[in-house]
C-alpha cells in the first residue's frame, strides 16, 4: 500500500491539475457516476473532534474517505484513504496540503463559470494557510492583474502580498479594510477564520463574483445576511452539505434555489446569465474533491522512480 508524505503531494499536484480533476469529478457526479457522502464529526469529551467523509467516483475508478482529527491544543491531522473500485487498498496519504490544494481548486472552477470572462481585480479576506490555495487557483483561471489582502493582522497581511507577489506574478497589495479591499474588485474571496461576518453586502457592486470558503459550520460565517441575499445566484459545492455545515447561509436563502456546482458545469442548472448579477459559490469542501485528486496522486506516484520502495510502507 502506497505512503505519501506532504512533501510528495505537493510535489506532485499543480494546481491547474487540481482544478482539471476537480472539476472532472463534478462532471462525473452531474452525470451520475460518482456518490458524495457529506462530512460528519465525531466530537470527544477530550475536546478532540473526528472528521470523516468518503465518496466514490465510478468513472475513474476510484473509492475512499478522508479523516482528520481536531484538538484545540493538539492542533490538526489528516490523512486520505484510497481504495479501487473493486475494494483494493492502493494508498494512504497525508492529506493538509492535499486538502489545501483541492480547496483552491473547487474556487478555481467555481470562478472560472461563475465570475466575468473579463475579471481582473481580486479582493481576498484572509491571508492564512487556505488563502494562498485561493489565490493560486484564482490566478490560474482569470487573468488577474491586482490583488488587495486585507487579514486582521498587518503584519500577515503585508507578509503574504511580498511572499505571494513574486511567486504567482501579479500585484499583491495590502490594505487597510475589507471595505478598501471589496470596492472596486471583480472577485471576492473570504477564507478566514473568523466567527462573524468579515464581509458586508453593502460593499458588494454589479457584476461581482464572491467565493465563501472560510466557514463549515452553522454558528460561524463570513458573509452578513445583505451579502448573501443581493447575489441572485448561489452554489454550493453540495446544497446536502450546506444546510448542515453553512453557518453563511443558514436562514438567509431558499434551499431550492440553490444550485449545485456539479449541474453549473455539465449545463444541468444556470449560471451566471448577465454581466450586472452578483454570483456567489459557497464551498464546503467535498469528499469526491479530495478522492478525484488522490487517483491522480497515486497514478503519479507509482510511475516515479522509487515508488516501488514507498508502495508496502506501513507508517
Known amino acids: 500500500m502506497l505512503y505519501l508524505t506532504e512533501a510528495e503531494v505537493r510535489a506532485l499536484l499543480p494546481m491547474e491539475k487540481a482544478i482539471e480533476l476537480v472539476e472532472t469529478g463534478l462532471r462525473h457526479w452531474a452525470a451520475g457516476r ?3 457522502h457529506p462530512r460528519r464529526r465525531l466530537h470527544l469529551e477530550s475536546s478532540a473532534t473526528l472528521h470523516y467523509m468518503a465518496a466514490a467516483d465510478l468513472e475513474a475508478g476510484y473509492l475512499g474517505a478522508k479523516l482528520y482529527t481536531t484538538h484545540p491544543t493538539g492542533g490538526a491531522h489528516f490523512y486520505v ?3 479501487s473500485s473493486d475494494g483494493a487498498p492502493l494508498a494512504w496519504m497525508e492529506a493538509n496540503a492535499l486538502g489545501q490544494i483541492r480547496t483552491g481548486a473547487a474556487t478555481g472552477v467555481a470562478t ?3 465570475a466575468r470572462p473579463d475579471a481582473r481585480v481580486v479582493a481576498l479576506f484572509g491571508s492564512g494557510f487556505q488563502a494562498r490555495g485561493q489565490l493560486e487557483a484564482v490566478v490560474r483561471v482569470r487573468a488577474v492583474d491586482e490583488v488587495r489582502v486585507y487579514s486582521r493582522s498587518e503584519e500577515r497581511r503585508r507578509r503574504f502580498a511580498e511572499e505571494m507577489g513574486p511567486i504567482l506574478g501579479v500585484a499583491v497589495r495590502p490594505v487597510g479594510s475589507g471595505e478598501e479591499a471589496v470596492r472596486g474588485a471583480d ?3 473570504t477564507a478566514t477564520s ?3 461576518p468579515v464581509l458586508l453586502g ?3 457592486e454589479p457584476g461581482m463574483h464572491v467565493n465563501a470558503v472560510g466557514s463549515n459550520h452553522l454558528k460561524r460565517k463570513e458573509l452578513d445576511a445583505e451579502a448573501v441575499a443581493r447575489a441572485t445566484l448561489v452554489v454550493a459545492d ?3 452539505q450546506a444546510q448542515t455545515e453553512s453557518g453563511d447561509l443558514l436562514g438567509t436563502v431558499n434551499w431550492d434555489q440553490v444550485r449545485e456546482l456539479a449541474d453549473v458545469i455539465a449545463g444541468k442548472a444556470p449560471g451566471r446569465t448577465t454581466r450586472d448579477e452578483i454570483t456567489l459559490f459557497k464551498s464546503n469542501g467535498l469528499a469526491l474533491e479530495d478522492i ?3 487517483g491522480y496522486l497515486y497514478e503519479q506516484a507509482t510511475q516515479t522512480p522509487g515508488s516501488a520502495d514507498r508502495r508496502h510502507a506501513t507508517r
Do not use: G, Y
Request: glycine share 0%; net charge neutral.
Open 292 to 294: 478525484a485528486v488522490a
Open 81 to 83: 484513504l484510497l481504495f
Open 202 to 204: 453593502r460593499w458588494l
Open 34 to 36: 460518482a456518490e458524495n
Open 187 to 189: 472577485i471576492v474571496v
Open 238 to 240: 453540495s446544497v446536502e
Open 112 to 114: 472560472r463559470h461563475l
Open 194 to 196: 473568523a466567527r462573524d
